[in-house]
């Protein structure tokens, strides 16, 4: 079963803007990672926040993670036409090498 | 750089063809997983392997099999193919899990049509 629900399942924006998507979970988690798909591509890892850590960031990407909503958000600042792409998060419990993926959203930056 | 490469990019078969999808990684991973995607319904697990000749079936295996007869190559099997096995396979690769950090490396994707 699924672990994780993106919201919005798609998103535009212009270029330049601040774009924000929101990732729930079901059961408690080790980690939650995020990961960007371009167009009929593989996943490529983005960044991972561990259950004890509220914040963590990347260059434009910040993401947030609340353990008591069992929820997560991934904001990429400053967007650019080439941060299309869909965007994935993906959780893990302790002691299991599995991860759970959501279901994505699309993301697509209107130059 | 991880470097995970799938067989194919694009692959057409017919209903009841036995089909092969080989995945290849050269950064001594001991996992490997195997994933459809289709629309809506995000990466499901088929199948993952922890090692040679290890595996545990994942969330969605029926109608598939895998095998891992050495470290970098882990092949998805599907015994008769279906029109509903029409989809995105992806495999993916990790180190285990000694610390807490376990990112995924991913091939690029073989894209299956059974007719």
């Known amino acids: 079963s699924q672990q994780g629900e993106e919201d919005p399942q798609a998103l535009s924006i212009q270029e330049g803007e601040n774009a924000t998507m929101n990732c729930s979970y079901k059961?408690?988690?080790?980690?939650l990672q995020w990961y960007r798909q371009n167009s009929g591509r593989g996943l490529v890892h983005l960044i991972l926040i561990r259950s004890n850590e509220r914040e963590k960031h990347s260059g434009r990407l910040r993401v947030t993670l609340d353990t008591s909503k069992k929820s997560s958000s991934l904001l990429i600042t400053a967007s650019r036409a080439a941060d299309t792409a869909s965007y994935f998060c993906a959780t893990d419990a302790w002691g299991n090498e599995k991860l759970t993926f959501g279901t994505g959203t699309r993301l697509t930056i209107i130059p | 750089d991880v470097k995970v490469t799938q067989s194919s990019r694009y692959l057409v078969k017919r209903t009841g063809e036995k089909v092969f999808l080989e995945c290849v990684q050269d950064?001594?991973?001991?996992?490997m997983f195997w994933y459809r995607q289709d629309p809506g319904l995000g990466l499901r697990l088929i199948y993952f392997?922890?090692?040679?000749?290890?595996?545990e079936k994942g969330d969605i295996p029926e109608g598939y099999s895998v095998s891992r007869e050495k470290k970098e190559r882990f092949s998805l099997i599907l015994e008769s193919a279906s029109t509903n096995q029409t989809s995105m396979y992806l495999c993916?690769?990790?180190?285990?899990?000694?610390?807490?950090?376990?990112?995924?490396?991913f091939g690029p994707g073989t894209r299956l049509t059974v007719l």
């Open positions: 993916a690769t990790s180190r285990p899990r000694r610390g807490t950090y376990n990112e995924q490396f």
């Open positions: 950064m001594d991973h001991e996992n």
């Open positions: 392997s922890y090692d040679v000749k290890m595996k």
């Open positions: 059961t408690s988690i080790n980690n």
